[in-house]
C-alpha cells in the first residue's frame, strides 16, 4: 500500500525531473532547479501553516484563560473552547491540514530522489544520476560530511525562525519537546545525510536554504500583522 502511494507521487514528479534534465543536461543543477520549482509549488501551503500558527499564538491568552476557569470541568472546558473557536473564527485543525498535505508529497520526493531510475523510464538518466557535481564523484553515492552538514545547519536555522514566532509555555510538555527537537532533528539530518545518496542530500540542502527565505518572508508579514493590530 505505501509503496503504491508513494509511486503514484513519484512518478509524476520523476517526469518532471526528467524534463528539466533534458533542458539542463546537468543532474547536480537540474536537482537544485527541481526544489526550487518543488518548494514554490508548496509555499501557498506554507503561509497558511505559518498563518495558522500565528493565530493560534494570539489566541493563546484567551485559551489559557478559559483553561484556567473551567480546569476541574472537562465538558464545559470543551464546550467554552469551542465557542471561542467559533467567535474568532478560527479552526484549531487548519494547521494540520498544509502538513497533511505536504507529508506525502516529502515522502514522495524521498522514494523518488532515493532511487530515481524506478520512477523515470530515460536511459539517460541512468548514467545522470552517477554524474559528479563539484567536490562530489558522484550524487547516487553519500557525501561524508559537506552536504550533510549544510543540511543540519539549514535545517537548524529554519526550525529556530519558525520556533521564534510561538509562543513558548514553559509548563507545556510540547514546548520542552520542540526545544529538544530543535537540537535533535538537525543532528538526525546530518547522521541521515551522510549515508543516503548525496543527490537527496542536496535536495534537502537547498529545499531547507529555500525554506529560510520564506520563513524571513513570512515573519516578516507576521511582524506587520501585529503591529497593524
Known amino acids: 500500500m505505501y509503496n503504491t502511494i508513494m509511486g503514484f507521487i513519484a512518478t509524476p514528479m520523476g517526469m518532471m525531473l526528467n524534463l528539466l534534465y533534458g533542458f539542463i543536461q546537468n ?3 537540474t536537482l537544485i532547479v527541481f526544489t526550487i520549482i518543488i518548494k514554490v509549488l508548496l509555499y501557498p501551503l ?6 495558522s500558527s500565528a493565530r493560534m499564538t494570539d489566541l493563546q491568552p484567551k485559551i489559557k484563560a ?7 470541568d472537562k465538558e464545559m472546558l470543551n464546550a467554552k473552547l469551542s465557542e471561542l473557536y467559533k467567535e474568532e473564527k478560527y479552526n484549531p485543525l487548519s494547521g494540520c491540514l498544509p502538513m497533511l498535505i505536504q507529508m506525502p508529497i516529502i515522502f514522495g520526493l524521498f522514494v523518488l530522489l532515493r532511487n530515481p531510475m524506478q520512477f523515470i523510464d530515460n536511459p539517460d538518466m541512468m548514467l545522470a544520476v552517477h554524474e559528479s557535481f563539484f567536490w562530489i564523484m558522484d550524487l547516487s553515492q553519500p557525501d561524508s560530511w559537506i552536504l550533510p552538514l549544510g543540511a543540519g545547519i539549514t535545517t537548524y536555522i529554519s526550525f529556530s525562525q519558525t520556533q521564534s514566532q510561538v509562543q513558548v509555555d514553559p509548563n507545556n510538555p510540547m514546548s520542552s519537546m520542540t526545544s529538544i527537537m530543535k537540537y535533535f532533528f538537525p543532528v538526525m539530518i546530518v547522521w541521515m545525510g551522510r549515508s543516503f545518496p548525496a543527490g537527496l542530500a542536496l535536495y534537502w540542502f537547498v529545499g531547507t536554504a529555500v525554506q529560510i527565505l520564506f520563513n524571513m518572508r513570512l515573519n516578516k508579514i507576521r511582524k506587520q500583522l501585529r503591529e497593524a493590530k
Open 27 to 29: 543532474y547536480g543543477v
Open 46 to 51: 506554507y503561509a497558511k501553516q505559518i498563518h
Open 66 to 72: 478559559v483553561q484556567n476557569k473551567y480546569s476541574n
